[in-house]
């Protein structure tokens, strides 16, 4: 994630870094070409324009060349076709509609990530703060609190590579998690476990083994909505029909700048380009937040802090 002042609108608007113009500035360079391109050719299928071609072009291209598109243009009675405008607006109102259910829906799961990793905090922080106030000492407990959100965090990213947990985990448990098919819910196990044998010894009674029991539940609970939403992106048949709406109306676009906006088409097209592809690409980053983008949750942040909250809370 990328941490920014608010309220800094030039470092806002220049940045590049963690915004959609690096995924996006081919595509917007092609529809601006394209354009460009049918510009000139309907200049050139124009004799009133042609000296005033001629001026923009010179030193690109040679006159020779400037003739034969000229003679091929005439004897091929070429025009460059034309699209009316209202049929675009038609579609740009219908776009803009799918477009905002896309944003709507990809910032929904953002935040519901975010939601979901919030909750995590705060139980394990209560856990071990129960743990260790009634059943004391819990370093043990914390050490497994932190290993958990950690397995979490690389399940999420489809990451087998468990060492980080080697640092809270004894070797027997370690084996243990390394092959079981969910590292995490292997160590809520553990979990459970610790409670048992602390009811088991008489530190804590039963209502209190329930309180800490339900905790374990919640975060359960919260593992199983990260999981639901990484392993469920948005259904195809919306992905493919805003995709499909998106490149043919900025790839069309050209052919009815050209013939309203004159020479400044590119500069209108590429812009509207950047918005629509910007758009969706903006929301395919953030519609599973848990990997390593730019813009995705700070996962090694909030597990850093898991681990030293909880920590400080097991200590006498």
């Not at 003739?67 to 009316?84: C, H, N, Q, W």
């Not at 329930?210 to 195809?236: R, S, W, Y």
């Amino acid at each position: 994630m990328i941490f920014y002042e608010r309220h800094n609108w030039t470092r806002q608007v220049f940045a590049l870094n963690g915004t959609v113009i690096p995924r996006v500035i081919g595509r917007v360079a092609l529809v601006a070409f394209i354009t460009l391109v049918l510009c000139i050719l309907k200049m050139a299928s124009e004799p009133a324009n042609r000296d005033s071609l001629r001026g923009l072009v010179s030193g690109w291209v040679s006159e020779s060349a400037m003739d034969r598109l000229f003679t091929g243009i005439d004897e091929a009675e070429f025009s460059v076709p034309k699209l009316e405008s209202i049929g675009h607006t038609v579609l740009g109102v219908a776009l803009g509609m799918l477009m905002a259910f896309r944003s709507n829906a990809a910032n929904t799961r953002y935040w519901e990530a975010r939601g979901h990793w919030g909750m995590l905090v705060n139980s394990t922080r209560n856990l071990v703060r129960v743990g260790h106030v009634w059943a004391g000492p819990a370093d043990d407990l914390a050490r497994l609190v932190s290993a958990y959100v950690l397995a979490i965090k690389q399940t999420l990213r489809e990451d087998r590579e468990l060492e980080e947990l080697a640092h809270y985990l004894p070797g027997r448990i370690l084996d243990q998690v390394r092959a079981a098919g969910s590292p995490a819910t292997c160590l809520s196990r553990h979990m459970e476990d610790w409670i048992r044998d602390k009811a088991t010894l008489g530190k804590i009674d039963t209502r209190t083994a329930m309180v800490m029991q339900q905790l374990v539940n919640v975060m359960v609970d919260q593992q199983g909505a990260c999981e639901k939403i990484h392993k469920t992106p948005m259904p195809f048949i919306y992905a493919s029909l805003i995709k499909l709406s998106i490149t043919l109306f900025v790839f069309t676009l050209p052919l009815v700048l050209v013939h309203t906006a004159s020479l400044a088409a590119p500069a209108i097209a590429a812009l509207v380009a950047l918005v629509f592809l910007g758009v969706e690409e903006a929301a395919i980053e953030i519609e599973d937040p848990f990997g390593l983008d730019f813009n995705d949750l700070p996962l090694e942040q909030i597990c850093a802090t898991i681990a030293r909250d909880v920590s400080q809370l097991a200590k006498n």
